[in-house]
Each structure stands twice: as structure tokens, then as C-alpha cells.
């Protein structure tokens, strides 16, 4: 017998004489904690228990094909891959106790990328890949975590979510909903030459705030509303016999019944409107209102940006900007993903910040010079959460040097009184004065011109720094168009400087996810911040620094960080699997993040720090891959552009 099956065989007498404590610990991990008991048994059986040194390789590369599936029963394991250039491996991972690999290998029937070593003394179980395809055809729950890995985790995590929130607030919709699964009304519609006073009979009989106007193949031409009706009624235009086509809303807002509820949402505050029209190949089948989609919420989305946007003070937008949070709370008690909810925090600030603008103006008077308000950072990216600083700053138009000076005196207090009015409303001031009362952020587009070609061709810490913060920047107010082709230049000039690409790499480099070779979670060590780490700077920056490398060097102007991994993925500059694997590690920092700082809210100041030891078993395990997969980036920045 060779010293192979010698380990083998007692690897298999050691699982036999004690199933009951294997069955016992793999029920403390997922998704072994939610297979069916005799499932769970059978693979037990089949497995083997195998002892690994310190610093034994369990897999190599070079082994071929994988030949069983692993489960760290104790001690650590680790990923090391070698990068050209470099004396030593890169970790690229660590798999901790109760976690299990190679999934992706053993699915693809394929060697593994990255060698396994144990990073100390460790005992494995081991099933046989033949036993694990049986496993995987007999145990759906099985089946589903190897074939979609961390994503079924976060299943588990959202449905948890979701089920307390069904017990504490009742049944409800998901912003996930496709419309076409919501109770739209029958749409009530009309001709164009409908009587005003037949439409609003048709309305009231039906009990609906809205009538569409239909040509003879039902395809939208306009809708009517209460709101339409009361201005009217105040222009006094009385006259009821008058065709509905004459005072109705042209070209109505609308989405096909494939999109989604959170799509309609999105949809509906940001055109201001109430009801949109659901269209299918052209065709009218249904509306949906905003009292359709959140009429579980406490607070209304559509009505919440209507009521700021028409705030009459920069008092009345505190105010309401107290809602914002009272929103947030509930769509992370739905189960909203990070993304769904930081885009609506955005937008609803992109509506804070415009209104505070007018009525800035209001007060200041029309300094006389045009100008638009920028935004930079994680505002650009659509990624704020209820903490946030201000990042912004204004451009306007000169035709020299004396006239940019002149017009920036003339904004600059406007600026200024901006800046304090958003403080007010709960946008802290910027501490580095990235703000648009400084006055080398109060620039003619010349002037940021010159600004980003300095970045580009001297890169200086200082540049390096202001790259990973005007890179990412949008137009919030005025007109966009000047902005949008200084950028498209921007974009040209970082694709043909490829020394630049590399130094703003390097740059991305800096930030490490906090996870080490020997334990689950690097902390601080001492002081306040003792035993926490940072989700932000630790934990999406990484992503965020990364992605907008690879964004500008591709010639992406898209800013938030999951559409650059997206246009990446189908550009083909990241695969597939690993911008899928990102986006979600991604996602769930942001949402333990948002969780976080709604638990802590009512004891102390909002705070990115967390302490990790408070996450239960599966968001510790999960937040842990989160980590990895940063690394996994960054280490494919670093091979990509050799650092």
C-alpha cells in the first residue's frame, strides 16, 4: 500500500469514528447549516481527514485537474500566486475554518490558478471530486452554493434581512419587483379629442389620479394629471369642452413592464412626476404611481423630492432632509441592495444641493456670469451614504486670464454662501477646502483645463492626490456641456499617457484591505480606534481606486464605481466572473457600512470604523471574501501594469 492510500485510509477511519462531531462543526458554517440532515450525513461519509503542515502545499498548479474538494476543519490556508518581477509570492487569499475550496476549479473540471499552502499546522477534509458532483446533484442547497459561491451567502443575508422585516413591518414589494408583477391599475385612457370635463369624469370614475392619451394603436401621446387639473383650474381656463390634447402633458414618461420598481422610482424623481406610463412594443399596459410603489414606506420617495426641490427655505430643507434618513432606514429594512440605496441618497442630495443653489440665489442676486456646480468624489460616483463632506466646485466660461479673475470675484462670495447654506443641511465642510468658496476651485474651464493637464503631466504626490478626486466629478447644477467636453479630453489625454496610468496604479496600491496572513481581520491596535477597521478607506477604496484606473484608461467617462466594472466587463478588461465577484464584494461592504451606521446612529456620530468581532458568523465570513476579492484587484492592478 502506498503512503498515499496508507493517508487515505486513515484519514477515512479518523471521519467514521467521530461523524457526529464532523456533522456537529459543519453545522455551525453555511451552507452546511442549511442542507438537509441526511445530506449532510452523506457527506460526511464520504470524506477523508488529512493533516497539512505549516507550509505544505495542498494544491499546485501544476497537479492538474483538482481531485477533491476541501474544507478547512482547523489552522489556515492560504493562496499564494507568483507575479512576475517579484521574489517572493503574493497572498492573494487566506481560508479560514470552516471555509471550503476550489469551487471554480473543481466546476470547470480544470487545475487551480493559485497554489494552496498551509499557513500553519491544518486539517482538511477532503471529498472526492466524483463524491462532490454526486453531492452536488443530490443536495440543491449544495448545488447552489458551488455553483454561485459568496452569491448564495448574500442571498442568505438578504432573505434574513427581509424575513425581520416582513415580522416588524408587514408584507411588501422588493425594488427588485419587475412592474410587470405589481398590481397596476387597468389604465384609464382617452383620445386626443376627448373633452377635458369627459377625461376628468373618466378619472374620478375609476378612482385614479391620471388619464393617458392614446393614439389609435394605444401608444402614448400624453397624460393628464390632478396636478395638470388644479393648473387649469387656476389659469382659470374653464372651458371643459376643450380636447384633452390641448392642456395634457406631451410625450409621458414611461418604462417597459421588464423594468424594475426601483427603476420607476428612479425614474419618477427625477422627472418630478407621479405616475408613469408602463409600455410594452409600443403599446400602453398599465401606470404605475407613486403610491403604487412605496406605499409601505414611511416616507415617499417622489413626494420627499418634490417637497425638497420646492422648499421655500434653506430651514424647511433641515427639515426635510431629516426624512432622508427615516427613508434609508426603511429601504435597508426591505432589503434594498448598497446600490439602490446609496443612488437614492444621491439623488435625493443632487435635489438638496440644486434647491439650496436657487435659493442661494434668491437671496445673493444673479452675480451676472453663468456658471455650473461640480461635484467631486464619492457624490460624483452616485456613492454617498448619510455621511458625507462637500466635495465641489464651479466652472463657468472666459475669454482670458483678466476675465476668469473678474468672474471668479464675482462668484466667489455666491460660493461661499453656498458652501454654508449646504453645511446647514448636513453636508460637512470640507476639511482639505475642497469646496467651491476656495478659489482654486472656482475656475473658467480654461482653468481646469490647465488644472487637469498639470495632473496628467506632472505627477506629483500632490497631483497623484487631486487625480483620485477631480477624476471623478459630475455636473449637479447649470449648464453641462462645457463640463462634459473638458472631461471627454481628460479621458483622451490619461489614455495616451500611459506613464500617468502607471503612477495613479501605484497610487491605487495604497490603501490594503485589513486582512492578514495569521488572522481573520487586521485592527488597530491601540487608542480610540482600537480593534476597529475603516469599510471606507480599507475597504471600498480599493475598489474605487482601482476601478477608476482601469475606467480612464479605457476611455470610460461612466464615474461609479459599479458601472466602470460593468463597462470594463464588456469591454473585456476585466473577466467576466472576477467583475461579477467584485461588484458583489463591492456591495457588501458598502451595505455592512450603511448597517453599521444606522446601528450606531442613536449612540454616537456616524463612523466608518467598525469593529468586526460584533458581525455574527456568516457577515464575518462574508465580509473576510469581501476583503479578499479587493486584494484579488489589486493584485491585478499590480501584474497588469507591472509594479
Request: glycine letters at 6%.
Amino acid at each position: 500500500m502506498s503512503r498515499d492510500d496508507s493517508l487515505d485510509q486513515m484519514g477515512r477511519t479518523a471521519v467514521k469514528q467521530n461523524i457526529h462531531g464532523i456533522m456537529t462543526f459543519l453545522l455551525g458554517y453555511p451552507p452546511f447549516d442549511q442542507m438537509e440532515t441526511h445530506h449532510l450525513a452523506w457527506l460526511v461519509e464520504h470524506c477523508q481527514l488529512r493533516f497539512y503542515a505549516a507550509g505544505d502545499a495542498i494544491i499546485r498548479p501544476s497537479d492538474g485537474p483538482v481531485q477533491h474538494f476541501y474544507i478547512v476543519k482547523q489552522g489556515q490556508v492560504r493562496g499564494e500566486r507568483r507575479i512576475a518581477g517579484q521574489d517572493t509570492p503574493d497572498t492573494t487569499f487566506e481560508i479560514s475554518i470552516g471555509e471550503c475550496f476550489p469551487l471554480a476549479a473543481l466546476i470547470g473540471d480544470r487545475a487551480t490558478r493559485t497554489e494552496h499552502i498551509a499557513g500553519q499546522d491544518t486539517f482538511c477534509l477532503l471529498l472526492p471530486r466524483v463524491d462532490f458532483s454526486e453531492l452536488v446533484g443530490i443536495s440543491p442547497v449544495f448545488r447552489d452554493f458551488a455553483l454561485r459561491g459568496v452569491s448564495s451567502l448574500l442571498q442568505q443575508v438578504n432573505l434574513q434581512v427581509q424575513r425581520q422585516a416582513a415580522e416588524t413591518l408587514g408584507a411588501h414589494y422588493s425594488l427588485d419587483t419587475l412592474l410587470a408583477q405589481i398590481a397596476i391599475r387597468k389604465p384609464v385612457s382617452c383620445s386626443p379629442v376627448t373633452p377635458i370635463g369627459t377625461a376628468v369624469r373618466m378619472m374620478h370614475e375609476a378612482s385614479v389620479g391620471s388619464i393617458v392619451i392614446t393614439d389609435a394603436q394605444a401608444a402614448p401621446e400624453g397624460i393628464f394629471t390632478l396636478r395638470d387639473l388644479r393648473r387649469i383650474v387656476a389659469h382659470g381656463e374653464t372651458d371643459l369642452q376643450r380636447p384633452i390634447a390641448e392642456v395634457m402633458t406631451p410625450s409621458p414618461c414611461y418604462l417597459p413592464s421588464t423594468a424594475s420598481a426601483f427603476d420607476a422610482a428612479i425614474s419618477m424623481t427625477r422627472e418630478h412626476i407621479a405616475h408613469l406610463c408602463v409600455v410594452d412594443q409600443g403599446r400602453l399596459v398599465g401606470v404605475v404611481s407613486e403610491r403604487d410603489l412605496f406605499a409601505l414606506q414611511r416616507v415617499d420617495l417622489v413626494h420627499l423630492a418634490r417637497a425638497i426641490s420646492q422648499a421655500e427655505s434653506i430651514a424647511s430643507l433641515v427639515a426635510l432632509r431629516r426624512d432622508i434618513r427615516h427613508l434609508v432606514d426603511s429601504m435597508l429594512a426591505y432589503g434594498a441592495s448598497a446600490g439602490q440605496v446609496t443612488h437614492i441618497i444621491t439623488l435625493l442630495n443632487d435635489h438638496s444641493v440644486c434647491r439650496v443653489i436657487e435659493l442661494c440665489l434668491r437671496q445673493h442676486g444673479d452675480p451676472g456670469v453663468p456658471f455650473t456646480w461640480l461635484c467631486f468624489g464619492s457624490e460624483a460616483r452616485r456613492e454617498q451614504t448619510l455621511m458625507t463632506d462637500q466635495d465641489n466646485g464651479m466652472l463657468f466660461e472666459a475669454e482670458n486670464a483678466d476675465q476668469a479673475a473678474a468672474y471668479r470675484q464675482q462668484l466667489l462670495p455666491l460660493a461661499q454662501q453656498i458652501n454654508q447654506a449646504l453645511a446647514e443641511c448636513g453636508f460637512t465642510l470640507c476639511k482639505g477646502n475642497i469646496m467651491a468658496s476656495n478659489p482654486e476651485l472656482c475656475l473658467s474651464r480654461a482653468e481646469w483645463q490647465a488644472r487637469f493637464t498639470r495632473c496628467i503631466q506632472s505627477a506629483t504626490p500632490e497631483n497623484l492626490l487631486a487625480s483620485s478626486i477631480f477624476f471623478d466629478f459630475r455636473v449637479i447644477w447649470g449648464e453641462p456641456a462645457g463640463a462634459q467636453a473638458l472631461f471627454g479630453s481628460v479621458l483622451d489625454m490619461v489614455a495616451r499617457n500611459s506613464t500617468f496610468q502607471h503612477l495613479m496604479a501605484r497610487n491605487a496600491l495604497a490603501h490594503r484591505p485589513p486582512i492578514g496572513l495569521f488572522r481573520d481581520f487586521v485592527t488597530s491596535r491601540s487608542g480610540r480606534e482600537k480593534d476597529t477597521l475603516d469599510l471606507k478607506i480599507q475597504g471600498l477604496t480599493p475598489f474605487v481606486d482601482a476601478a477608476r484606473v482601469l475606467a480612464l484608461a479605457h476611455g470610460i467617462s461612466e464615474t461609479s464605481t459599479i458601472r466602470r466594472l460593468q463597462l470594463l466587463k464588456q469591454q473585456e478588461a476585466i473577466a467576466a466572473l472576477d467583475a461579477d465577484a467584485y461588484t458583489e464584494a463591492y456591495e457588501f461592504i458598502q451595505l455592512i457600512r450603511m448597517q453599521h451606521q444606522r446601528q450606531e446612529r442613536e449612540r454616537q456620530p456616524l463612523s466608518n470604523r467598525l469593529v468586526p468581532d460584533t458581525l455574527n458568523h456568516l457577515d464575518r465570513r462574508i465580509l473576510r471574501e469581501s476583503f479578499r476579492q479587493a486584494q484579488r484587484l489589486q493584485s491585478s492592478l499590480a501584474l497588469r501594469y507591472q509594479l
